[in-house]
């Protein structure tokens, strides 16, 4: 067989797994497998609430899956290539496994994470987040002298440094950390361990030294605040809880994510609530419910991807040919379909005129819509909605709602519209500019123009169109590459970006699109594919793998065939590289190359495998 052929072949081989693989209501249900926080939480939370006896086997599983992944240096890491370990990581397990009663301090495995813990700064060196669960449990202390003034949840919506000028995701992590924080809340444990000889020193470093002048700026505002009247503060006690209480999703989590739900789990407990209250226990019943059984044991999905990887593997398998007429695809439409959006959610603060139309990422998601679901699932819709009135209409609201929430600088950020203010960024928490603001990238942006260019009549001229691909070429980094925040990073936001700008007529011969090319093709391994490693977040610059990975490797191909010929060699090495995937290394497959917090949490998605090669290959087989 010639290089086409073998191809075809593989797609036919791919098509038939996923026939096998899809779910009788039309899904796919693939691990969203991010890092060991949400599992090692799990345990802690089960044992505070005296429960190890009661869910045993799923407590057993998990802390099984926790020691397999334990380091030869005692260490955990959140990707592979990860030097040495992670501290926080390391800590939370530590703990974990401690509180569980699955290991004993003087057990070699905890004795050799004790080893690692200590050389790499002990306990007051971990992540802000990990901290909380320190402090919650008494381990370190809180913050000496902080209160936050309870008063600044009474500020209108529109104000410039409102709840609603942070990200979404900060905001519901935020808020119980806060309550727990002026509660100065300490669970009493049913298992009460100690973990004083972590202590590398005795300093807790809860904020960053750097003390900018906004930082200064808030600190005189939050005395303002401070100085309200008692009334005020307690007004504020109680805009807080039910800003909790009115985003718990149906499955008793708050906002659809086990890491915010936690969180949530103290706060209430720290307002007074009890342990059997509706609240809390339906917030268990969420977390148990995000259980994944992987061959490793149990892992807790921080947000399970349903909806995301039904979308995207829909809208591939139609790129290979499968036809809109196909039980596989009418059967993942009509999921889909049942899947967008018709509630208002925070997204509405900041685009009041919009109407809802979106889709989110998981299952249980039903007001927190985001513009790359909501694009993904557009694109598996698109063909069907040709022939079907009644879909169209959906298809509709689906591109009302997408090109209502571009941001004022002509890019879309991930789930609302214009929280872009940098001056949060400068706040002296961790990861404070990935994660305070929701802004315009890369990718979403890019992703948002291919679907533009690709799927609707709309004129590449378009005000709109014009000011997104302003957007992107001002972005691009002086090697050429752009930067990717919701993927591994530069091989991510580069395949978004130059999909997004050829799909709207960017000629190929442009010389942002020639740069990013040259970039590309440079940065190919010598097996043909292309690998990124996850310390590419945090250096803000590329950081190549020693090795290929399939999802990587099928964005650089997808991305180049919009530029060079499909018999180039870079393309064809890349295509062998993908036609023996089987062959593949497990942490060649298994590499996280899903981006949640840059430092802190990476994303293996076990749907990848599936999904790009299956796109790369079909537009090969197109070209």
Same mark, same amino acid.
């Given at each position: ?391 169209? #209409?959906?298809? !509709? *609201?689906?591109?009302?709602? =997408?090109?209502?929430? +571009? $941001?004022? %600088?002509? @890019? &879309? /950020? ?96 442009? #010389?942002?699109? !020639? *740069?990013?090319?040259?970039? =590309?093709?440079?940065? +190919? $391994?010598? %097996?043909? @594919? &292309? /690998? ?92």
């Amino acid at each position: 067989m010639n290089l086409e052929e073998e191809v075809i072949q593989n797609l036919n081989e791919r098509i038939n797994l996923l026939r096998k693989d899809q779910n009788t209501d039309g899904s796919w249900e693939y691990c969203f497998e991010g890092s060991i926080m949400t599992d090692c939480f799990m345990l802690i939370l089960l044992s505070d609430l005296a429960l190890l006896d009661k869910e045993k086997e799923l407590c057993e599983n998990i802390a099984k899956r926790l020691i397999k992944l334990q380091e030869e240096n005692g260490s955990w890491k959140l990707y592979e290539d990860e030097k040495n370990g992670n501290l926080s990581a390391t800590v939370q397990a530590y703990a974990a496994l401690l509180v569980s009663n699955t290991l004993e301090k003087d057990h070699p495995n905890m004795k050799k994470a004790e080893k690692f813990i200590l050389s790499n700064g002990g306990l007051g060196k971990v992540h802000f987040m990990t901290k909380m669960i320190l402090a919650i449990h008494g381990f370190i202390q809180y913050p000496t002298f902080f209160h936050f003034p309870m008063s600044y949840f009474l500020l209108p919506d529109n104000f410039p440094l409102s709840l609603f000028e942070l990200s979404s995701y900060a905001r519901v992590h935020l808020i119980p950390m806060i309550l727990c924080i002026n509660k100065r809340f300490i669970i009493k444990s049913n298992h009460p361990i100690n973990l004083d000889h972590l202590h590398a020193t005795k300093e807790i470093e809860w904020f960053d030294d750097e003390r900018n002048s906004f930082f200064h700026f808030l600190v005189e505002e939050g005395k303002k605040l401070a100085s309200y009247p008692l009334y005020f503060h307690d007004k504020g006690y109680e805009k807080a809880e039910k800003f909790i209480l009115e985003r718990i999703e149906t499955n008793g989590t708050f906002y659809s994510y086990a890491s915010s739900t936690y969180y949530m789990i103290y706060a209430l407990l720290a307002l007074g609530y009890e342990t059997n209250s509706n609240e809390i226990q339906q917030a268990l019943s969420g977390l148990i419910s995000l259980s994944f059984e992987t061959e490793d044991g149990i892992h807790i999905q921080n947000s399970p991807s349903q909806v995301w990887d039904t979308a995207l593997l829909s809208y591939a398998l139609q790129e290979a040919g499968v036809s809109p007429t196909d039980t596989l695809i009418k059967k993942s439409v009509d999921y889909l379909n049942k899947k967008q959006q018709i509630l208002k959610g925070d997204w509405s603060k900041h685009a009041k005129k919009i109407s809802p139309g979106g889709w989110g990422f998981s299952e249980v998601n039903s007001f927190i819509p985001d513009n790359d679901d909501t694009s993904a699932a557009l694109r598996a819709l698109t063909r069907s909605a040709i022939s079907d009135s009644t879909q169209l #209409e959906k298809w !509709q *609201k689906g591109i009302q709602f =997408l090109l209502g929430l +571009q $941001n004022h %600088d002509g @890019g &879309w /950020g991930a789930f609302e519209k214009n929280v872009t203010n940098k001056w949060l960024t400068y706040l002296p928490i961790e990861n404070a500019k990935d994660a305070i603001i929701d802004p315009s990238t890369a990718d979403l942006t890019g992703r948002v123009l291919e679907f533009i260019g690709n799927y609707t009549t709309i004129d590449r001229n378009d005000e709109q169109v014009k000011k997104a691909s302003e957007w992107i070429f001002e972005h691009q980094e002086k090697n050429g590459s752009w930067y990717g925040r919701w993927g591994i990073c530069y091989i991510y936001g580069t395949w978004a970006a130059i999909t997004g700008l050829r799909s709207i007529g960017i000629p190929k011969n442009h #010389e942002a699109i !020639q *740069k990013a090319a040259k970039w =590309l093709i440079s940065a +190919q $391994n010598d %097996d043909g @594919g &292309w /690998g990124e490693s996850g310390y590419s977040a945090v250096k803000q610059r590329y950081v190549p793998l020693k090795y290929s990975t399939p999802s990587q490797t099928a964005w650089a191909i997808d991305a180049l065939l919009t530029i060079v010929d499909k018999e180039d060699k870079a393309i064809k090495r890349g295509i062998q590289y993908l036609l023996a995937q089987k062959d593949k290394t497990k942490k060649e497959v298994m590499y996280p190359t899903g981006l949640g917090l840059p430092g802190g949490f990476y994303i293996h998605y076990h749907s990848y495998q599936h999904i790009y090669p299956l796109l790369a290959l079909a537009h090969y087989v197109q070209k």
